[in-house]
């Protein structure tokens, strides 16, 4: 096999992102796609010049060697399973799944059929978080004990407000900002430092959006296992250039980074093998700022598990690591039920009892609603 032939299942914007930043890739090639809605099909077989399928099955049964699912949250689970069932390898955007149960399904299924399975979570490849985990584990910073990370993803008024619209509602989505884009988040803070055990959220609603529809900004504090402290801050309604940014702490140093800036990492170090020791100093890591470190991750992303395939090796970012991100979700949210601090072991009693999709349940009672105070 000299290149891997994906199918793509979904043909909406995050696809842009993925077509574009594989368009030079050898190890992959887009070969056929599907999708329900019939002019993102088109579009996409006159983009791509590849076969286009109206239906699932088909598309399943012809001779791709793995697809890259670009659906709905909810659909994931389904989408997942019945592509092992047909032996297809799979990569699947984040999150992974909007419960604990349905990513446990996906494992089970992955794992019987025998096919590699991997997030398509960007933090996760992006180089700049690469080269931070790097730098975290040659402790360049010694240990971190405090940190904050926000991202800022505007989205139109109309992803909040159209009732129509599956993106950050409770039964589709799995949530608003803390299931769309803390997942991103916590899957990269629990790769860099390890198991979260206790958090406190504060949900909270600046657009008079419908009921079906989840929170539009989100504060919550993370204790980590380590004892490093970390707020995670996320909105899709603040105006400014799109961007992430995260700044780690610790007994050596600070990591800066900012998606926005040209050079993303900015590094205070006494440690002997810092570049620069005792003053803050720049690092040069492929990067753009946005739209463009969407397309980079997504090539990092790709590449790597079409690599795995041809050489038949494990991915080392296991769908049990993106679990872990979805149960930071899960924990944000029952501790914004409880509003108290809640620990994960309190999260794992109810994935033994009652099961995690009740935690989905009653959140809106529990959102402030802070449209009611504010003119726009």
Same mark, same amino acid.
């Given at each position: 096999?000299?290149?891997?032939?994906?199918?793509?299942?979904g043909c909406g914007g995050a696809w842009n992102f993925h077509r574009l930043g594989c368009k030079n890739?050898?190890?992959?090639?887009?070969?056929?796609?599907?999708?329900?809605?019939?002019?993102?099909?088109?579009?996409?077989?006159?983009?791509?010049?590849?076969?286009?399928?109206?239906?699932?099955?088909?598309?399943? !049964?012809?001779?791709?060697?793995?697809?890259?699912? #670009?659906?709905?949250?909810?659909?994931?689970?389904?989408?997942?399973?019945?592509?092992?069932?047909?032996?297809?390898?799979?990569?699947?955007?984040?999150?992974?799944?909007?419960?604990?149960?349905?990513?446990?399904?996906?494992?089970?299924?992955?794992?019987?059929?025998?096919?590699?399975?991997?997030?398509?979570?960007?933090?996760?490849?992006?180089?700049?978080?690469?080269?931070?985990?790097?730098?975290?584990?040659?402790?360049?910073?010694?240990?971190?004990?405090?940190?904050?990370?926000?991202?800022?993803?505007?989205?139109?008024?109309?992803?909040?407000?159209?009732? !129509?619209?599956?993106?950050?509602?409770?039964?589709?989505?799995?949530?608003?900002?803390?299931?769309?884009?803390?997942?991103?988040?916590?899957?990269? #803070?629990?790769?860099?430092?390890?198991?979260?055990?206790?958090? /406190?959220?504060?949900? %909270?609603?600046?657009?008079?959006?419908?009921?079906?529809?989840?929170?539009?900004?989100?504060?919550? #504090?993370?204790?980590?296992?380590? %004892?490093?402290?970390?707020?995670?801050?996320?909105?899709?309604?603040?105006?400014?250039?799109?961007?992430?940014?995260?700044? #780690?702490?610790?007994?050596? %140093?600070?990591?800066?980074?900012?998606?926005?800036?040209?050079?993303?990492?900015?590094?205070?170090?006494?440690?002997?093998?810092?570049?620069?020791?005792?003053?803050?100093?720049?690092?040069?890591?492929?990067?753009?700022?946005?739209? /463009?470190?969407?397309?980079?991750?997504?090539?990092?992303?790709?590449?790597?598990?079409? !690599?795995?395939?041809?050489?038949?090796?494990?991915?080392?970012?296991?769908?049990?690591?993106?679990?872990?991100?979805?149960?930071?979700?899960?924990?944000?949210?029952?501790?914004?039920?409880? %509003?108290?601090?809640?620990?994960?072991?309190?999260?794992?009693?109810?994935?033994?009892?009652?099961?995690?999709?009740?935690?989905?349940?009653?959140?809106?009672?529990?959102?402030?609603?802070?449209?009611?105070?504010?003119?726009?």
């Amino acid at each position: 096999m000299d290149y891997v032939k994906f199918g793509v299942i979904g043909c909406g914007g995050a696809w842009n992102f993925h077509r574009l930043g594989c368009k030079n890739v050898p190890q992959l090639k887009f070969t056929a796609a599907h999708d329900v809605d019939e002019k993102n099909l088109k579009r996409a077989v006159k983009f791509q010049k590849c076969e286009g399928f109206s239906k699932l099955d088909d598309l399943l !049964n012809s001779d791709i060697d793995a697809v890259l699912v #670009l659906v709905p949250h909810f659909l994931h689970k389904d989408i997942v399973v019945a592509a092992a069932e047909a032996g297809k390898h799979v990569l699947c955007e984040k999150p992974m799944a909007t419960t604990l149960e349905e990513c446990d399904e996906m494992i089970a299924a992955t794992n019987k059929a025998g096919v590699k399975f991997m997030i398509a979570e960007n933090h996760r490849f992006l180089p700049a978080h690469v080269t931070i985990k790097d730098m975290l584990d040659n402790g360049i910073i010694g240990d971190v004990f405090l940190g904050r990370t926000y991202e800022g993803a505007f989205c139109p008024a109309d992803e909040f407000l159209n009732p !129509n619209r599956w993106n950050f509602t409770y039964d589709k989505g799995g949530g608003g900002v803390v299931a769309d884009q803390g997942v991103h988040k916590f899957t990269m #803070l629990t790769w860099l430092l390890g198991e979260v055990d206790s958090a /406190q959220c504060w949900l %909270g609603k600046a657009l008079d959006s419908p009921p079906t529809k989840g929170e539009d900004n989100a504060i919550i #504090l993370l204790r980590f296992k380590s %004892g490093a402290m970390v707020t995670v801050d996320l909105s899709s309604v603040t105006v400014h250039p799109l961007t992430n940014r995260t700044e #780690l702490h610790g007994t050596k %140093g600070t990591i800066l980074e900012d998606h926005a800036w040209e050079k993303p990492i900015q590094v205070f170090s006494s440690h002997d093998e810092a570049k620069v020791k005792g003053e803050f100093y720049s690092i040069e890591v492929d990067h753009g700022p946005y739209p /463009q470190y969407y397309t980079i991750a997504a090539r990092e992303e790709d590449s790597y598990f079409a !690599n795995c395939i041809l050489n038949d090796k494990t991915p080392e970012f296991a769908p049990e690591q993106a679990r872990a991100g979805v149960a930071v979700v899960l924990l944000s949210y029952l501790s914004a039920k409880r %509003g108290s601090i809640t620990h994960m072991d309190e999260l794992v009693e109810i994935y033994k009892s009652k099961g995690t999709k009740s935690v989905l349940n009653g959140l809106l009672e529990v959102t402030q609603m802070n449209y009611k105070k504010m003119k726009w």
